[in-house]
C-alpha cells in the first residue's frame, strides 16, 4: 500500500525565497492535514481540508503561508518569502472519515532549513 | 478550548523497567483516543487506539493503554521497555471520525541499555 508521500523530504533555502511542500494522500481518503513540528512548539496542526476544500486555517502562522488542494491526490504548502523561523519539519497526514475512528496517517515528513 | 495533556515531558528509564505515560484530556461526551510514537527521524505512526468497548487497549510492541472516562485519562503503559522504545510519544484525541485530531505535547522515552 503506497502510503502519504511528500515531498521534498530535505529542503534546504535561503531567507527570502519561495518554498513549495507537496503532499499526495492515501488514494481515498477525503481529509488532508498539514502539522508542523518544532521542539519549541512540538506538532502544530496549520490547515486541514475536507473533499479539496480547506476548514480551519487558523494555525496557519501567517499570510507568507497558503495552503492548496486542487485535486483529491495532491496538496501544496507554500512559504513566501521564507524566514529561518519556518525552520521544522512539515508532515503531511490523511484519513477517511466515513468509517472507523479519524485515524491519521502520517507521511515521513520535509525537513525544512531557512538559511 | 479542547486539550491534551501529557504531563512528562522526558522520561528516563533502563530496560527492562516498566513504562506507564500520562495523558489526560478536557473534553466531555465521547472521543475516540489514540497513541502515537515517533522514532528518531521518522514519522508518526499508531501505537494503539481506543473508541469503543473494553477501555483496556493492547496495541503493537507489547504497548496497552487503559481508557478511564472518569478521570479524563488515557495511559500508556508497558510492562518492560526495551533500548527499541526510544522514541517519542504523542497522546491524541478527536471527537470522532472526521473531526479534527488534537495531539498532546510529547513524551520523549530515552531507555538506556
Known amino acids: 500500500d503506497a502510503g502519504v508521500i511528500q515531498s521534498p523530504r530535505h529542503e534546504v533555502t535561503e531567507m527570502g525565497q519561495e518554498v513549495t511542500l507537496r503532499c499526495k494522500p492515501i488514494s481515498g481518503h477525503d481529509y488532508l492535514f498539514w502539522y508542523r513540528q518544532t521542539m519549541m512548539r512540538g506538532l502544530e496542526l496549520l490547515i486541514y481540508f475536507n473533499n479539496n476544500v480547506p476548514i480551519d486555517d487558523s494555525g496557519m502562522p501567517e499570510d507568507r503561508f497558503s495552503a492548496k488542494m486542487p485535486n483529491a491526490s495532491f496538496s501544496t504548502l507554500k512559504i513566501q518569502p521564507s524566514e529561518p523561523r519556518d525552520s521544522a519539519v512539515y508532515f503531511c497526514?490523511?484519513?477517511?472519515?466515513?468509517?472507523?475512528?479519524?485515524?491519521?496517517?502520517f507521511g515521513e515528513g520535509s525537513r525544512l532549513t531557512v538559511l | 478550548a479542547q486539550s491534551v495533556s501529557q504531563h512528562n515531558h522526558h522520561v528516563i528509564l533502563s530496560e527492562a523497567a516498566s513504562l506507564e505515560l500520562g495523558c489526560n484530556y478536557s473534553y466531555g461526551g465521547t472521543v475516540n483516543l489514540f497513541w502515537y510514537v515517533q522514532y528518531p527521524g521518522q514519522h508518526l505512526q499508531l501505537l494503539l487506539k481506543?473508541?469503543?468497548?473494553?477501555?483496556l487497549v493492547k496495541g503493537i510492541k507489547g504497548f496497552e493503554a487503559e481508557f478511564i472516562k472518569s478521570k479524563f485519562s488515557f495511559n500508556l503503559r508497558k510492562p518492560s521497555v526495551q533500548w527499541s522504545d526510544t522514541a517519542e510519544y504523542f497522546c491524541?484525541?478527536?471527537?470522532?471520525?472526521?473531526?479534527?485530531?488534537?495531539f498532546g505535547g510529547g513524551t520523549r522515552l530515552m531507555v538506556k541499555p
Open positions: 497526514a490523511s484519513s477517511l472519515a466515513g468509517v472507523g475512528t479519524g485515524e491519521l496517517f
Open positions: 481506543y473508541f469503543s468497548g473494553d477501555p
Open positions: 491524541a484525541v478527536n471527537k470522532g471520525a472526521g473531526n479534527m485530531l488534537t
